[in-house]
């Protein structure tokens, strides 16, 4: 017999599908996945809802597949978010430590924590997250817990996530209609990366590019720490755009030659596809080359912007552990050794890590960003008096923005 109160679902409203993952928190260490649905994705455009009707209908029949599929029902989520309006910056906040010992305590982490999210951002926005990066006692950097220690300044570095709160709350109505109970919130990035990545190669710092449909999300570790994240409004759509407009072929057709016969790689001898009539449409004969070179262009594009963003900021001689890439594009053929040109670093294709559950969910990457969501269902429901680090408490905001919307869509 299943408890209900150890089920968390995961659901991913994406361009391209949206999916709901089942987990069963077995013990404090063990956590299996028993459900998974997905359909694909209507209403969604580059990762945001623009009908709310079409979207709830894909929401239902995804949620409705992973209750046949774990034999329970589903009441509440946790859902992703994602969009070209999400944005980030790290801040630091500090604190002057005014006990007569100068022992730090409790309340002046709560304190330094609350400073560094003491923020300005436009009107229109709200936090989405804010994730501890390190302590600083005295300028001495590397503090992972500074309770207990002498010091007569307290520093903090926050990583901090936010975007417009409308287009967050379309998503939250979108799903409340369903309906069902929002739990909380996570940009797809940080969702993923906790599915893919160890705690080592946070360590050792590492790249997660979540490629979908509609974005390309991507997050950075170092030293254990979020350093940097962002949002492309550009994925898998728009290389069956760029298809379909080379080859003058239907969208639909554009996407399955993708699909059966694309890669990012130039092939070393050319062949001819032949596409079969379809719809009364004749048949055509297209070069399997320049398929390719067009896939190829897009992919180089957008992972030249992202190792752009990692210059800017000084992060690739961090990435000891290389670059993850998750999502559905990660199925591309020769994706892995092209990244691997393009940022000079290994490339893993990333799936979740430390699970178990279904092989083919486990080793699917479109699955990643789901199936991330319930682990940070986890660390969010863990250890709930402490202060927020990474896996822990991380969503403070995201119940801010919940209990606004409610009240806004009651």
């Known amino acids: 017999m299943i408890n209900t109160e150890q089920i968390i679902v995961g659901l991913e409203v994406g361009t391209s599908k949206t999916c709901a993952v089942v987990g069963e928190v077995l013990d404090a260490d063990n956590l299996q996945i028993i459900g998974i649905g997905q359909t694909t994705s209507q209403g969604v455009r580059k990762g945001e809802i623009v009908d709310m009707e079409a979207a709830g209908q894909s929401i239902h029949q995804a949620i409705a597949e992973a209750e046949d599929s774990a034999g329970v029902e589903i009441h509440n989520v946790y859902a992703s978010v994602t969009g070209g309006h999400i944005r980030c910056f790290n801040n630091r906040g500090s604190v002057v430590i005014a006990n007569d010992d100068r022992e730090i305590t409790e309340e002046e982490v709560r304190s330094v924590l609350h400073n560094a999210k003491a923020v300005n951002i436009p009107h229109d926005h709200v936090i989405v997250h804010s994730i501890r990066q390190r302590y600083f006692v005295d300028g001495h950097d590397g503090i992972t817990n500074p309770v207990g220690m002498i010091g007569a300044k307290l520093e903090a570095d926050v990583h901090i996530v936010h975007g417009v709160r409308t287009r967050l709350q379309n998503t939250i109505r979108c799903i409340k209609q369903v309906p069902l109970d929002l739990a909380n919130i996570a940009v797809s990035s940080f969702a993923s990366s906790l599915a893919v990545l160890t705690?080592?190669?946070?360590?050792?710092?590492?790249?997660?590019?979540?490629?979908?449909?509609?974005?390309t999300d991507y997050i950075c570790y170092a030293n254990g720490a979020v350093r940097h994240s962002g949002v492309l409004a550009?994925?898998?759509?728009?290389?069956?755009?760029?298809?379909?407009?080379?080859?003058?072929?239907?969208?639909?057709?554009?996407?399955?030659?993708?699909?059966?016969?694309?890669?990012?790689?130039?092939?070393?001898?050319?062949?001819?596809?032949?596409?079969?009539?379809?719809?009364?449409?004749?048949?055509?004969?297209?070069?399997?080359?320049?398929l390719c070179h067009i896939i190829n262009l897009r992919v180089e594009e957008t992972l030249t912007l992202v190792k752009k963003e990692m210059e800017k900021n000084d992060l690739l001689p961090y990435l000891r552990a290389g670059v993850f890439i998750t999502g559905g594009c990660a199925r591309?053929?020769?994706?892995?050794?092209?990244?691997?040109?393009?940022?000079?670093?290994p490339v893993h294709i990333g799936h979740s890590q430390t699970l178990n559950g279904p092989?083919?969910?486990?080793?699917?990457?479109?699955?990643?960003?789901?199936?991330?969501?319930?682990?940070?269902?986890?660390?969010?429901?863990r250890d709930q008096h402490q202060a927020p680090t990474l896996g822990r408490k991380?969503?403070?905001?995201?119940?801010?923005?919940?209990?606004r919307a409610r009240a806004l869509f009651m």
Request: charged share 20%; no cysteine; aromatic share 4%.
């Open 199 to 215: 705690t080592e190669d946070q360590q050792h710092g590492a790249l997660v590019l979540d490629i979908g449909g509609g974005t």
């Open 234 to 290: 550009v994925g898998g759509d728009h290389i069956t755009n760029d298809i379909a407009v080379g080859l003058r072929l239907p969208i639909p057709r554009a996407e399955k030659l993708k699909l059966e016969h694309g890669a990012v790689q130039w092939p070393i001898d050319d062949e001819i596809i032949t596409l079969k009539a379809d719809l009364g449409l004749p048949d055509r004969q297209v070069s399997r080359e320049q």
């Open 332 to 345: 591309l053929r020769g994706l892995q050794p092209f990244a691997e040109e393009i940022f000079g670093m």
């Open 359 to 381: 092989t083919a969910a486990l080793e699917s990457p479109e699955y990643s960003t789901a199936i991330g969501l319930i682990k940070f269902a986890i660390g969010n429901q």
């Open 394 to 403: 991380i969503g403070q905001t995201f119940h801010t923005i919940i209990q």
